[in-house]
């Protein structure tokens, strides 16, 4: 009999790829969706429209326990993937109550309605390196000490807290993957790394000349989106349930990106991009470096694509959408 999973956040970068790859390995995947995205397919389900046939959706707000609770006792999922979040950190400064609300509530709310229901049922959060913040070790392991400097980070640190004291308190086996940074075609424009190929893109097509970015020095951990969803399957399948740093080992700056963007496209950085004040966080997180070993270790995983080819996988995807839509 096929598993039954339910997935929070299907509609975003790793939701997407989460629900193929489990559609690959036989799983009945069930989804929470706004209802707004039902009333608007064409922008808001977008990631999922070569499955949306495949999947079934359930309207509900994550700020409703109730009505997480009503679809949690009518599928009686065997597996819960709660990925959906208020996710980009610059909009957390600008709104940190509604951040707090969906973030911290959200995950509250579908902890309490899944332990209502099974002891045996898996749960799965989506942390973040964000957590990490102002960083006192790199790299950064499951034993470093946490330090956000958003609402965002506030946000997850929370949610890490509330997953790791249900499964203590009524032994859930409930996992947290604490993901760095992790990119694809798929990324929001409003992320970095989307900003930058797509600008490379509409720079090469002569739709516009500069591209304004904040702290072009910030060094992240990037990876590929389609690699790190693997894992949150992985710590799923283990007998016991664990927190894992998740992430490439390896670092470059938000410069490094916009290099190898404009060197695909034939194009010189240096000739295109701003640095635009007003895009610098008020409180930076400049360094953030993963020490994935225990996930090599227990969950036999690495990471596949490199650095390179996911940059141009973005700029080449990026390129396909500014000829097909011309913007």
Avoid: C
Wanted: glycine share 6%; aromatic share 12%.
């Amino acid at each position: 009999m096929s598993k039954l999973a339910l997935i929070t956040g299907i509609t975003g970068q790793d939701g997407s790829y989460l629900a193929e790859l489990l559609l690959e390995k036989g799983y009945n995947v069930h989804s929470i969706i706004r209802r707004i995205a039902l009333e608007d397919e064409t922008h808001r389900l977008w990631r999922i429209k070569n499955i949306i046939k495949d999947v079934t959706l359930h309207s509900a707000s994550l700020e409703s326990y109730a009505s997480l609770y009503k679809i949690v006792q009518k599928i009686r999922p065997d597996e819960v993937y709660h990925l959906a979040a208020q996710s980009y950190v610059a909009y957390s400064f600008e709104d940190e109550f509604s951040t707090f609300n969906t973030n911290i509530n959200g995950t509250h709310y579908i902890l309490s309605a899944v332990k209502e229901f099974s002891k045996n049922l898996k749960f799965y959060f989506a942390g973040s390196s964000e957590m990490f913040g102002k960083v006192s070790k790199i790299p950064q392991d499951e034993n470093t000490p946490f330090h956000p400097r958003s609402a965002y980070g506030i946000s997850k640190v929370t949610g890490y807290h509330l997953t790791k004291n249900y499964r203590e308190a009524y032994k859930l086996h409930a996992s947290n993957g604490i993901l760095f940074n992790h990119e694809s075609p798929r990324r929001g424009f409003e992320f970095v790394t989307r900003k930058i190929s797509h600008g490379a893109a509409r720079i090469k097509k002569g739709l516009q000349k500069k591209l304004k970015l904040g702290n072009i020095n910030a060094r992240r951990d990037w990876g590929h989106a389609q690699d790190y969803v693997k894992t949150m399957w992985l710590m799923l399948q283990q007998d016991n349930p664990g927190d894992y740093v998740i992430g490439t080992g390896i670092e470059n700056s938000v410069k490094d990106f916009a290099k190898k963007a404009f060197n695909h496209v034939g194009l010189n950085y240096k000739d295109h991009i701003v640095v635009d004040k007003s895009l610098i966080r008020p409180a930076e997180v400049n360094a953030l470096l993963a020490n994935y070993s225990k996930a090599k270790k227990i969950l036999k995983w690495k990471p596949e694509v490199s650095f390179d080819d996911l940059v141009k996988g973005m700029v080449e995807s990026d390129l396909e959408f500014v000829t097909n839509y011309g913007y």
